[in-house]
């Protein structure tokens, strides 16, 4: 079935550092991207989205790109903030049938000031 | 108002006990799931509708069971609760749309049982 792999955590940065979370994913058809984010005692909340191959979501600094070719939805900040600390969902979207969301594990991520 | 409301948001019960969790939204949404988040393995899920007529089991359905009270309204309930049914349950909404509609959660049920 489909799948979802993210970097594992806990992954701490420095504010201003450069963020990157990996996430690859196996799929039969081509479903639609997602990262979502949870706060510390929140549900979670769509980061962003990509629908299909080449597509960029971005939102609050934060891009991904949908890439076929590497099954891949990298997660990217330039420069992180202490507001960003909380825990990262990479996940697809099967395409009929339920259409459930596939999460990867999750990751941790801490900035300090 | 959140557009997705889940009560209680935490609970404390006892083995064996009859437990139900609702979920009301205000997003005009067909589409309802409920999922449970385990430490390290993200989120699974364990049923889902696509209206008030439409019930199907998800991944780990067993000792789980639902009602669609109405678009708006969607419980799960454990009819006899075990320890490792212990977890952060969440229900979500979606629309109709193909492909890319995102789903929206609510903040979570935090269920322990002794």
């Known amino acids: 079935g489909d799948s979802v792999t993210q970097m594992e955590g806990p992954v701490t940065l420095s504010e201003e550092a450069f963020l990157t979370i990996n996430c690859t994913y196996t799929?039969?058809?081509?479903?639609?991207l997602f990262w979502y984010v949870q706060y510390p005692g929140e549900g979670l909340q769509l980061l962003l989205k990509?629908?299909?191959?080449?597509d960029k979501g971005s939102n609050k600094g934060f891009e991904a790109t949908y890439r076929k070719e590497t099954t891949s939805f990298h997660l990217e900040k330039g420069s992180v903030q202490v507001s960003d600390s909380a825990v990262y969902f990479c996940?697809?979207?099967?395409?009929?049938?339920?259409?459930?969301?596939?999460f990867g594990k999750g990751t941790k991520l801490t900035v300090n000031p | 108002d959140a557009d997705v409301t889940q009560t209680p948001r935490n609970r404390i019960t006892k083995t064996g006990k009859r437990i139900m969790l609702e979920c009301s939204q205000t997003?005009?949404?067909?589409?309802m799931y409920w999922y449970r988040q385990d430490p390290g393995l993200g989120l699974r899920l364990i049923y889902y509708?696509?209206?008030?007529?439409?019930?199907n089991k998800g991944e780990i359905s067993d000792g789980y069971s639902v009602s669609r009270q109405a678009q708006a309204k969607f419980s799960l309930s454990l009819e006899s609760a075990i320890p490792n049914q212990t977890a952060l349950y969440f229900c979500?909404?979606?629309?109709?749309?193909?492909?890319?509609?995102?789903?929206?959660f609510g903040d979570g049920t935090r269920l322990s049982i002794l």
């Open positions: 979500a909404t979606s629309g109709n749309g193909q492909g890319g509609q995102p789903q929206h």
């Open positions: 799929a039969t058809g081509y479903p639609s």
């Open positions: 990509a629908t299909k191959a080449d």
């Open positions: 996940a697809l979207k099967e395409r009929g049938g339920s259409e459930k969301l596939v």
């Open positions: 997003k005009g949404h067909d589409r």
């Open positions: 509708s696509f209206d008030v007529k439409d019930i």
